[in-house]
């Protein structure tokens, strides 16, 4: 059974803080990940995508993927009150011409004014 | 530049009845999938389709579900004969054939629920 694997929270971070979410996943020929983001009664919508080891950086938001580990992480910096919502992990599960992502849990993030 | 459209954004059933909910992916996506999310629970592939293909349907219970991507129109998730069960959000998402393919962008989704 391949899984994603993710803290369902929540999460209570001050404003002004980091928020860090992590993620798990069993399938080691996964090759895509990525960060969605869940308001509560919206869809999700994708944040970050990261393919190779490292770290990968848009604006407050950093994505790192560590295959060997078989984790990934999001980081939140200067968390603001709108970034409180449920933090999708995902994973391509096989690669190749199939796009099927795996999804997580989700984690619940609350950022306190 | 429209999203993924997806109708109704509510439907409500009686058990036994058909539901058909109705999704368009984003203008120049060719790839279509569809999953359902039930209350406390992450998000369920159901099905992947292309235009007139069911490519990965290894996710749809095997009875009173199906899906379609005509040629032409929406791509078509059915359930015939409803269940309590059944009652979830559906999220449809799409991707393009090329650059960015392993990308999906999700509908609003549909909020089924079975009386």
């Known amino acids: 059974q391949k899984e994603v694997e993710q803290n369902s929270g929540p999460l209570s971070v001050p404003e002004g803080a980091i928020a860090s979410l992590n993620c798990t996943y069993s399938d080691r020929v996964s090759q895509s990940f990525f960060w969605y983001r869940q308001y509560s009664g919206k869809s999700p919508e994708l944040i970050m995508s990261i393919y190779s080891n490292g770290d990968k950086e848009d604006g407050r938001f950093t994505a790192q993927l560590n295959k060997a580990s078989q984790y990934v992480s999001l980081l939140i910096r200067d968390s603001q009150p709108s970034d409180s919502a449920t933090y999708l992990c995902a994973v391509n599960a096989r690669g190749g011409s199939n796009y099927k992502l795996t999804f997580g849990k989700g984690t619940l993030l609350t950022v306190n004014p | 530049n429209a999203g993924v459209m997806q109708n109704p954004r509510h439907l409500v059933r009686r058990r036994g009845q058909e539901a058909r909910l109705r999704c368009s992916p984003m203008?120049?996506?060719?790839?279509v999938y569809w999953y359902r999310q039930l209350p406390e629970e992450g998000l369920k592939f159901m099905v992947y389709l292309q235009k007139e293909n069911i490519i990965d349907e290894s996710g749809m219970p095997k009875e009173r579900f199906s899906a379609e991507f005509p040629k032409e129109g929406p791509s078509i998730l059915r359930i015939q004969q409803v269940v309590r069960g059944d009652s979830a959000a559906y999220f449809c998402a799409s991707s393009p054939a090329g650059q960015g393919k392993e990308k999906l962008f999700f509908g609003s989704g549909t909020q089924l629920s079975v009386l």
């Open positions: 203008k120049g996506h060719s790839h």
